[in-house]
């Protein structure tokens, strides 16, 4: 089975510009979170879809993050424009439930903005 | 928001030492998690723990929660290299939240052979 597959592994973008993150959950996974890494923090989660819709999205930071899931498969998260604050580790997860058990983390997207 | 306090940040060890980190939080969880992050991976779940007081173990690894339901441990015995990696709690309640994990800020844990 496939595991989680984010892309791209790492970006390097400038202060300014638009980033789209992109992450493949397991086939099947109805659950698809984003969670952030900030340098030396706590892993921070982001939001939350169930197939297309946002089940909750309180752990955005602000209007410059758009996360879509078009169709219940793949998730993108785009940054537009990115600020400095931005940069860290973004983790998409997987589960076939809700409830935070059974997530399959991907190896995540270093994020830095310059 | 909620927040988790995980202690020590990092740890220095020899091979063959046990290790003990611990997180503490100021509000109840239902479950307490532990992860393993690996360089370049994402977090991979070690133990999951359902019930105040209990203790569970994992081959080396053995993990308690605290009976107040406000607090969780995690000890590594005889270390070994591939033990290096930084290890998160993370609490969850269910219902309002969903299921959203809350992090500790992780142990970096770096063992000499």
Redesign the interface.
């Known amino acids: 089975e496939a595991g989680v597959t984010q892309f791209p592994s790492h970006s390097v973008i400038e202060k300014g510009q638009t980033v789209t993150l992109r992450c493949d959950p397991i086939s099947g996974h109805d659950n698809l979170y984003w969670y952030r890494r900030v340098m030396g923090k706590e892993i921070k989660f982001l939001l939350h879809f169930v197939k297309e819709s946002k089940q909750d999205e309180s752990g955005m930071p602000n209007n410059r993050f758009l996360a879509e899931r078009t169709g219940g498969t793949y998730s993108t998260l785009k940054v537009q424009p990115a600020e400095l604050e931005d940069s860290g580790v973004y983790f998409c997860a997987s589960s076939a439930r809700a409830g935070g058990l059974g997530y399959t983390f991907g190896s995540g997207t270093r994020l830095t903005v310059v | 928001g909620q927040?988790?306090n995980?202690s020590p940040q990092s740890m220095f060890i020899q091979e063959g030492e046990d290790v003990s980190m611990n997180c503490t939080s100021s509000s109840i969880f239902n479950?307490w998690?532990w992860y393993k992050q690996d360089p370049?991976?994402?977090?991979?779940?070690l133990i999951?723990l359902y019930k105040a007081g209990e203790l569970t173990s994992n081959g080396r690894l053995t993990a308690q929660f605290g009976i107040t339901r406000k607090d969780s441990f995690l000890n590594i015995s005889a270390s070994i290299p591939s033990d290096v990696g930084i290890y998160?709690c993370?609490g969850?309640n269910?219902g309002g939240?969903?299921?959203?994990?809350?992090?500790?800020?992780?142990t970096k844990l770096s063992v000499k052979p």
Not at chain 2, 40 to 45: D, M, T
Not at chain 2, 97 to 106: A, D, E, H, R, T
């Open positions: 927040q988790l995980q479950t998690l370049g991976e994402g977090p991979v779940l999951a998160f993370a969850l269910y939240s969903q299921g959203n994990l809350i992090f500790g800020k992780g």
